[in-house]
């Protein structure tokens, strides 16, 4: 390998744009695989052409978001805490961080499934629809989290193959599980007609196979190396950090939820052509975004793995290639988005009325990926750093800037107001974790 692959004796290394790309360009490809996946999903039950059975799938599809955004820290802690372990050439605590999420995972996960009848049951209350759609979401959260320990260990090895910094690997993984269930969304959700429980006993065994691929490949791997010992691994104060690292990314997670809901909520006051235009260009947005986080992937290991060595060189370096790498990027998308927006806006809806207020906020949506990319960057550096309460504080500090916005711009000026408050949101993020920043590097190293 590359300068990535630096001997962990020397601790120095140093971060060139191959070692940046050579993490992000695939966890780029892996990101969109997701967005696939809900694509495909949405596709097959559609066939059915029952409305009832697609919003059953959101609903549930919304209950996931929010029970597993509980547990990102999974993948995002993981990643910060294995990249410090190898900047600092300590092979048994990454080993052990690893572990440590498993066990986490494990336990987690269990108790999810074992509460499947009281999550669907809360989710069918806050969504108040039809007894047809809650039906549908009941089936759906019933079957699906019975994969939630498979989830967990998936997220918790993706987070020690990303803070190793191997993002082939991790492309790899997140393929085979996202085309595993993909293909069995076909063959049991339309061809045996399954329907929504099709689509959620896909999504059971893509997660399970996945799972024993990846935890083949780090035994194999672990087999070669000494390993730590029991007392390391359930090392209480190590968990305590870890535990820490997940109320910090859990309330910055569901804050940022919560701002899109209220975005989506406001969208609604102004009529439901104006909330559907609305939910076709954050499409754009939401693409863009998986684009940028294979950037903020390699902001993540290349930031957390400098802390680990104590190297101030590497760390600013990862800073800047991946903010250059972003904003070029997303200026790209930007770019797209503005020649062609009104071409992809025909593709996704064929309503006249929609795609005519679509099109007029088209720039709107264009230009997130340019006011998001210094957000997305920064939060990548500080998973890697776990600089966690840092992030969950501007993260507090930006939904203030939002919800202040929101309650001025909006109805001075309609959805374009909407709009300009999210900008607003975007910035206020990006440009709060920046100025924070300048003074943790000062006193990390």
Known sequence: MDQLSTSAAGRSFAVTNRSVLAIAVPMTLAYLTTPLLGIVDTAVVGQFGDAALLGGLAAGGLAFDVVFTTFNFLRSGTTGLVAQAFGRGDALEEQAVLWRAVLIAVVAGIVLAALAP????GGQKFMGAEPRVSEAMAVYVHIRLLAAPFSLINYAILGYVLGRGEGGLGLMLQAVLNGINIALCFLLGLKLGWGVAGVAWATVTGEFLAMLLGLAIVLRR???????SRQRILDLPAYRRML???????????SLLAAFALFTRQGAQFGTVTLAANAVLMNFFLIAGYFLDGFATAAEQLAGRAIGAGAETPFRQAVRLTLFWGFGLSGVATLVLLLAGVDLVGLITTSPEVREVADTYLPWAAFTALSGVLAFQMDGVFIGATWSRDMRNMMLLSFLAFSAALLTLAPAFGNSGLWASLHVFLLVRGVSLLMVLRVRARTAF
């Open 222 to 228: 672990f087999r070669r190396l000494e390993r730590p």
């Open 118 to 121: 009281v999550i669907a049951i």
């Open 244 to 254: 820490s690292l997940n109320r910090d990314i859990m309330i910055r997670s569901f």
